[in-house]
Nanobody
Framework: QVQLVESGGGLVQAGGSLRLSCAAS????????MGWYRQAPGKQRELVAR???????DYADSLKGRFTISRDIAKNTVNLQMNSLKPEDSAVYYC?????????WGQGTQVTVSS
């Protein structure tokens, strides 16, 4: 089994950047897929980005060009670089992983973008 811990959230001004990190308790090379979801108050949880074990990525269409998912296998982490942030990006961001069963989730990290 794997445990996930997110970090890097905080308060940022519109137009700024943040880099989120998800640390896994074991090598991410053996994890089928890892990704990020977010949930804002009053809204459904939505996919932000995913990266598969072979390195393939996918994104929510509206976020392509601003957000980039990447992984550092040596450090057992997956990262989310968020640029040109907007107030509508404010949400709790969750790291997720799948190792062949139910999805696993981190505790979430808050991102707040001010106007």
């Amino acid at each position: 089994q794997v445990q996930l811990v997110e970090s890097g959230g905080g308060l940022v001004q519109a137009g700024g950047s943040l880099r989120l990190s998800c640390a896994a308790s074991r090598s991410i090379f053996s994890i089928n897929v890892m990704g990020w979801y977010r949930q804002a108050p009053g809204k459904q949880r939505e996919l932000v980005a995913r990266i598969f074990s072979g390195g393939t990525t996918d994104y929510a269409d509206s976020l392509k060009g601003r957000f980039t998912i990447s992984r550092d296998i040596a450090k057992n982490t997956v990262n989310l670089q968020m640029n040109s942030l907007k107030p509508e990006d404010s949400a709790v961001y969750y790291c997720t992983a799948n190792v062949g069963g139910p999805d696993l989730w981190g505790q979430g990290t808050q991102v707040t973008v001010s106007s």
